[in-house]
Nanobody, 133 residues
Framework: QVHLVESGGGLVQSGGSLRLSCVVSGRTLSSLVTAWFRQVPGKEREFVAAIRPSVYGTSIYEGYMSASPKGRFTISGNTAENMVSLQMNSLKPEDTGVYYC?????????????????????WGQGIQVTVSS
């Protein structure tokens, strides 16, 4: 069983930064595709970013970002700590929401990780990020 625990959320002013962390237990990070989703009240969870092990080695990860935060957010993986981080810079009020860490087993290799919530088997409890204007 895979468990995901998020941390690092909070309240920040527009233009500020936060770093979210997702600690993975039960499986090694290199065997998973791990993603971040965001949800605001009344809307579906939307894809933010994902990471998966590279073909060049299990300690190397490839990151994928949705269009909105590209250039402001960075996703990274740490094999030793079995953890995925989402560095969020230049935050905007529209980045506000509950951020969820999600994971699925690596099965095959498509052009990019899936962006649909239905593709992911494991979910964290979510963590609130609020960006004030």
């Amino acid at each position: 069983q895979v468990h995901l625990v998020e941390s690092g959320g909070g309240l920040v002013q527009s233009g500020g930064s936060l770093r979210l962390s997702c600690v993975v237990s039960g499986r090694t990070l290199s065997s998973l595709v791990t993603a971040w989703f965001r949800q605001v009240p009344g809307k579906e969870r939307e894809f933010v970013a994902a990471i998966r092990p590279s073909v060049y080695g299990t300690s190397i990860y490839e990151g994928y970002m949705s269009a909105s935060p590209k250039g402001r957010f960075t996703i990274s993986g740490n094999t030793a700590e079995n953890m995925v981080s989402l560095q969020m810079n230049s935050l905007k009020p529209e980045d506000t929401g509950v951020y969820y860490c999600a994971a699925k087993s690596v099965v095959g290799r498509g052009p990019s990780p899936p962006r649909e919530t239905s593709e992911y088997d494991y979910w964290g409890q979510g963590i609130q990020v609020t960006v004030s204007s």
